[in-house]
């Protein structure tokens, strides 16, 4: 081979070696592409389906809208909200991103469909009197501006990759709209009050509930001298008390289309699967954790499975509950169109449900990985123990505010959650290294100690900061929708 054959073909596999490389930008660049031309898709598939199913009804068009934007809402919804129950499993490694997305939007689903209200407060739970909107017109374009308003707002969060509350969005944009609507007398801002008061109830909870979780694993199962021993006889405690927290959160936030719990007999049913779950799973325990080491390593493999179960669970009642924010909107505003009136609470057709259900799984799969990474990687390190007491502290969490009668958002006690697991290994380092002046088994000088930090204090910031604008924010998102919506009908 002559030297002009050797360099045409070094420079034959250069180019191909870039021809390669081209092919990889363009198609990472172009996946985000992809995700959005399939979630406008869907959207438009919304709007058809409900054109087709109103038949040409009377305003049948106001339907129509409302229904792309109820999908949109609820893509959303699966993009943001989701994550917080996915987040800690996918961050500890029990689970991969796949087999995350998968068991979400299979539980989501199933939450949505099969314990999903049947019934929702058109008025987001008495923040607008009803009296003040009973006009017809006024009613539809102030829950289409709500429903804007907050879909606008979770879709510009999730692109800063923030995790916020779809139900403060969704209250910010109802009372935007009531107030030019009908007046600032017509809030009810002793409810608002409550709200705003959950933006330090919630997180300050779920943290405190997580710590607490995770001081105890430490104190009597990871700091031991005989791991295993300890693991064999709390693992199985903590997995009981899992199971009849879940048994109980279900049974008062998850089943209420089923059947109407009690509290009283809520409590007693998780009581009941707790000690039974205590029993089934000791001797299971026992043998899982034949051979193992007697190290930290071992106890991770007893967590993880406890842990994706807690986070399917999770999602199920997360389905069952917020599916509403995407759907309450568009159901009320079906129902003012057909009855031609209003009402504080209406029922949620079959095909308004669907739409619902299947936004927050495409949702969850085409946007949902950035803040799953987010919750379960950047705030602070986590394994399947610290993830394990941030699911628990989030179902503990919820039917304490229940009892209390304390309106708290889920999404702000799972965050808070993740940065009290945080705070909580900072603080217990900090002391160790007082101590002992050794971390990890290493020396470390009080001037590298005052720097070392396992939370990251930039999301500590961005996120309160907005937890805070939701509600005014889209408060005056709203207002300016409804006013331009009024203006163009």
């Avoid at 990472?28 to 592409?33: D, K, N, T």
């Amino acid at each position: 081979m002559t030297q002009f054959q050797q360099n045409k073909w070094k420079t034959l596999d250069k180019d191909l070696s870039r021809l390669v490389v081209l092919e990889q930008a363009t198609g990472f660049l172009s996946r985000p592409l992809i995700a959005v031309g399939v979630g406008l898709a869907f959207i438009a598939f919304c709007a058809i389906a409900a054109a087709v199913l109103t038949g040409g009804a009377p305003n049948s068009l106001i339907i129509v809208a409302a229904a792309a934007f109820g999908a949109y809402m609820a893509l959303n919804i699966g993009a943001n909200d989701v994550a917080n129950n996915m987040g800690p499993a996918v961050g500890a490694n029990a689970l991969t991103m796949g087999g995350a997305l998968i068991i979400a939007a299979v539980f989501e689903t199933a939450g949505a469909l099969i314990a999903g209200g049947d019934v929702v407060s058109t008025i987001s739970g008495g923040i607008v009197a009803p009296e003040a909107v009973a006009d017809p017109q006024t009613f539809i374009w102030a829950m289409m501006s709500a429903l804007i308003a907050a879909s606008l707002w979770l879709n510009l969060a999730t692109w800063f990759g923030a995790p916020v509350s779809t139900t403060h969005a969704i209250v910010g944009g109802v009372m935007g709209a009531g107030i030019v609507a009908a007046g600032f007398d017509a809030v009810d801002w002793g409810k608002m009050g409550q709200i705003a008061a959950s933006w330090v109830i919630s997180p300050i909870l779920g943290g405190v509930i997580a710590a607490a979780f995770l001081a105890f694993i430490k104190a009597r199962i990871n700091d031991v001298e005989d791991k295993l021993g300890a693991a064999r006889l709390w693992v199985p405690v903590l997995i009981g008390i899992m199971a009849g927290t879940f048994t109980t959160y279900l049974a008062v936030k998850g089943l209420k289309k089923l059947v109407s719990v009690p509290m009283p007999v809520a409590l007693f049913l998780g009581l009941s699967i707790g000690i039974a779950a205590v029993l089934i799973t000791r001797p299971m325990i026992r043998r899982k954790s034949e051979g193992m080491e007697n190290r930290k390593r071992s106890l991770k493999v007893l967590f993880s499975m406890p842990l994706v179960i807690s986070a399917a669970l999770l999602s199920f009642a997360h389905g069952a509950n917020d599916v509403a924010n995407a759907v309450g909107p568009l159901a009320a505003i079906v129902h003012a169109v057909t009855d031609h009136a209003t009402s504080d609470k209406v029922g949620i057709p079959l095909w308004v449900m669907l739409i619902g259900a299947a936004g927050i799984s495409f949702g969850l799969t085409l946007f949902g990985p950035k803040l799953i990474r987010m919750v379960g990687t950047e705030i602070t390190k986590l394994n399947p123990m610290r993830a394990y007491c941030v699911a628990l502290s989030a179902a503990i969490t919820v039917i304490v505010a229940s009892w209390l009668g304390l309106p708290v958002s889920s999404t702000h006690i799972a965050v808070g959650a993740v940065f009290g697991v945080g705070f909580y290994r900072e603080w217990h380092a900090d002391r160790q290294a007082r101590r002992t002046g050794i971390i990890k088994g290493k020396p470390v000088a009080p001037e590298e100690r005052s720097r070392r930090k396992l939370v990251r204090r930039v999301h500590v910031l961005s996120i309160g900061a907005a937890w805070v604008v939701t509600v005014p924010l889209t408060a005056v998102l709203s207002a300016l929708l409804f006013v331009l919506l009024r203006q163009l009908v």
